[in-house]
């Protein structure tokens, strides 16, 4: 009796393996199918020509080391619906290109917990300076890098300082990830003008390869939506809020339950409020409808 019950998981056990196994490389299959050359950034294409030599090996190391952390893919796809289409929207409405929505997938994988130790934070991954640069509050009460909208309008409004002043769209990754002037320096000094030219730290030289690669693998995703989804169960989804105005806040705890709302819910929705309470201000915050 005993060995047939261990006969019987040991065959459960298998068949879960390979169902597993099975779900694996469907998905493997659909995500990480190596795009066809040209392969550009916002219509600015790879080089691959003599000239360019380390490019196409550059860009395979990233597209391998994305498709090799699956589990971590999946959360991207399931927080894309959360923030991807403010960005899209957001993109459009400043007339700067759409591929400008994965940098904030390099910087932080979607997730609203990130802190460097640079004291660069939230899904963007601002600077303290920068951020205040581009009308962000930041003081022991809030810290509007936690505010998706308005950090999401800000990095817009840099990238588009940025493109203004270098006109060349992976020079504006390069300049987001090391610093503009950092990089106009490393042009002059190199007497280039572009960033596949450009010999760089390594964390910079990766970046826009990085980028690439997460491009064309999220492509792979939305051609194929409707089958990784199935395999992947259900993606997060945004839920139905509205936005109040609110001054002074003297008790955080008090004021969510006048309302109706859970404390828990108010930080959640409002993870740039710092502490519990608001100082005097015309703030904007979320709650659930």
């Known amino acids: 009796m005993v060995k047939k019950i261990v006969i019987f998981f040991v065959v459960l056990a298998l068949w879960l393996l390979y169902f597993f ?10 995500l990480f199918k190596y795009p066809n050359f040209p392969i550009d950034f916002a219509w600015e294409e790879m080089p691959v020509d003599s000239k360019h030599f380390s ?63 640079a004291w ?3 899904i963007w991954q601002f600077m303290p300076d920068t951020a205040k640069q581009y009308w962000l509050i930041i003081n022991k009460y809030v810290d509007e890098r936690y505010n998706f909208e308005k950090s999401t309008d800000a990095a817009i409004k840099y990238l588009k300082t940025i493109y203004n002043d270098l006109w060349n769209r992976t020079l504006v990754l390069a300049s987001y990830n090391r610093w503009e002037n950092a990089i106009k320096q490393a042009l002059k000094d190199q007497w280039v003008n572009n960033y596949y030219d450009l010999y760089l730290n390594e964390e910079t030289s990766r970046y826009v390869f990085k980028i690439l690669s997460v491009k064309y693998i999220i492509k792979n995703y939305l051609s194929h939506q409707k089958s990784i989804d199935k395999l992947i169960w259900e993606s997060f989804n945004i839920p139905n809020t509205e936005s109040i105005k609110v001054g002074k806040i003297d008790n955080l705890v008090e004021w969510s339950v006048t309302l109706g709302q859970s404390y828990n819910n108010i930080k959640l929705l409002n993870p740039w409020i710092i502490w519990d309470s608001l100082p005097e201000w015309d703030w904007d915050v979320k709650i659930l409808k």
Do not use: C, G, H
């Open 21 to 30: 196994i099975q779900k694996y490389d469907n998905i493997n299959n659909l």
């Open 120 to 122: 660069a934070w939230w």
């Open 55 to 117: 490019n196409t090996e550059k860009f395979d190391r990233e597209f391998i080391v994305t498709s090799n952390t699956l589990y971590q893919f999946y959360l991207y796809i399931k927080r894309y619906p959360i923030y991807v289409p403010y960005i899209e929207k957001t993109l459009k409405e400043n007339k700067m290109p759409d591929d400008l929505k994965y940098i904030v997938i390099v910087e932080s994988a979607l997730r609203n917990d990130v802190n460097s130790t």
